[in-house]
T-cell receptor, first 112, second 116 residues
């Protein structure tokens, strides 16, 4: 089955700097890759997703890139702000009827 | 839409007691997932349903755990008897699954369970 590895497990950045979180997946048939943000005590919420027919997607300060050949995808946050501090989860799925497989999460701290 | 609804939001119980967690998926969604989240193990999938039918329960840790989905708008996760190591946040999530893989999965607010 699918396996998703996520790195780093923790990340600290200065406010205004960029943050990059990377994930690798094992199943080349996976074709949907969402990213979730979970603030302390809250539920995971989708912030951006990408499908395998697209190499990059951007939404304001966040972007996701996908390299199908290498089977990895990354989340990029630019001009980080304290409210970006949270745990970020990547996930992968190959069929709409199968569950998402999540990475272990990255705890991002943005230091003011 | 109110989103995925879970109850109770917090539950404190004593070891050996039965615990029932409830979930109402988003109307029209046909897939429902139960997850457990702890610091040590992260977000674990326990079981999921498609069209009210349990598809994969391999993530259910023990026979003490059971889940049902009697209709499209309600699911329960039961732990009987509960143990301290069951303490965790339990999330329910739902999505509209079909031929495409792009349907978003929405999480409920979670139930924070503490077993003493």
């Amino acid at each position: 089955g699918e396996n998703v590895e996520q790195h780093p497990s923790t990340l600290s950045v200065q406010e205004g700097d960029s943050a990059v979180i990377k994930c690798t997946y094992s199943d080349s048939a996976s074709n949907y890759f969402p990213w979730y943000k979970q603030e302390l005590g809250k539920r995971p919420q989708l912030i951006i997703d990408i499908r395998s027919n697209v190499g990059e997607k951007k939404d304001q300060r966040i972007a996701v890139t996908l390299n199908k050949t290498a089977k990895h995808f990354s989340l990029h946050i630019t001009e980080t702000q304290p409210e970006d501090s949270a745990v970020y989860f990547c996930a992968a799925r190959y069929s709409g009827n199968t569950p998402l497989v999540f990475g272990k999460g990255t705890r991002l701290s943005v230091i003011a | 839409d109110a989103g995925v609804i879970q109850s109770p939001r917090h539950e404190v119980t004593e070891m050996g007691q039965e615990v029932t967690l409830r979930c109402k998926p988003i109307s029209g969604h046909n897939s429902l997932f139960w997850y457990r989240q702890t610091m040590m193990r992260g977000l674990e999938l326990l079981i999921y349903f498609n069209n009210n039918v349990p598809i994969d329960d391999s993530g259910m840790p023990e026979d003490r755990f059971s889940a049902k989905m009697p209709n499209a708008s309600f699911s329960t996760l039961k732990i009987q008897p509960s143990e301290p190591r069951d303490s965790a946040v339990y999330f329910c999530a739902s999505q509209l699954a079909g031929g495409s893989s792009g349907e978003t999965q929405y999480f409920g607010p979670g139930t924070r369970l503490l077993v003493l």
